[in-house]
DNA sequence: ATACTTAATGACTAAGGAGTCAGCAAGTAA
DNA sequence: TTACTTGCTGACTCCTTAGTCATTAAGTAT
């Protein structure tokens, strides 16, 4: 019978860790329903330590979300500022990508919950449109501002906001987490939406 | 000193009256954050008295929400199925219109609780799908098959699912909803839809 | 007036969950 | 081995709130 310990000391990893199982669980249940306790098992530790490293359980949801958008968004929007590709090509590939991974990803969760508890945490709205919305328009933005002066795209192309390259997306987004059963190519409609709006540029 | 009565009973109005009461604190507060409390508060009875009306918080919220439906989509989609308008005039028109007005409406707060609660009721979300996503995206598919028959719009049209024609909805309502500070003009990037799609479809 | 029905009240119960903290034991150093 | 620090536990407190129910009084009929 071997003297196993009851746990381990790992002060470096648990705020991770319990941001970790705190996101799933938000994910899950949505914000007034998790519980710490909750969080805590899955977590594999003792709900008292969850408030060793934050101290309230609002605190705990702000920090997994910004903790899932610095994680997430750097890749996402970062490589897209590098390209080499015309502006076309940019807003057919990489884009389009971009828009096809985000419905199905953890930024639609975090979505979901900014619509949820938004209105009662307005700094974590704004931290999110200054870290992802902002960004993510002035990136699509660029774009086709380049396509412009290389002569790619009309000069009304800059009427045609970048929130029409994004609204699909939303669309996708909304769909696949409030009718989880009901079917939708939702590539297919970023794909024609691109498309429509290339026409449109280009014409 | 008169005897005023400290209530008076009418029966057929409270339930109607308490719906409207939670239907204005959920969309305050969201559905976990909202007491039965309050919600007698503001119908102006006491806490018992809802129980008298719906069994459960659930019940009353699932209530809510269908009130809230049918109230409001019989006469939005209604008007739309007997227009003698052609199909372009229709689609620039009263789809345009009705686009506009959804984001602001009631409508958009049964939605935001729908994303939010909707997988833990299930039978609430799909009730939606069938009074007012499937209407919905019928109606607008009718009426550009319409055009097809007629020669206004080329066969191919019909690949542009009608889900197009509702993306910046969409995303106009979860935009008021989330970033209710920052402005976007959501008319605007409708009409851009709108004319987007009519171009393509016509070409 | 009087008796009766039931809409409506509000104090109460029970349960759940956020946050606390005294004590325990894992790791560390001498 | 012993002394010491501190990450960690889990039982506890306290508050909030869904749901109940004995009681009250508004409306009605006779």
Redesign the pocket.
Known sequence: MT?????????E??PQEIADAAFKTFAEKGY???????V?KRA??????????F??????FKAVVKNVVVRRVDSLIGNVESTELSSEEFLRGPLLDFMKKVPGSPIAIVIRLLISEGPRHPDLVNYYYDNVVARGLAAIRQFVARGVERGEFRREALEHQPHLFLAPMMLSMIWRLVFTDKPLDTDQLMESQIELLLAEMKA
């Open positions: 003297n196993q310990p009851k746990y381990q000391r790992r002060k990893d648990r007034a329903a998790t519980r710490i306790d909750d805590a594999g530790i003792s709900k008292g330590l969850t408030y060793l490293y101290k309230t359980k609002e605190d705990l």
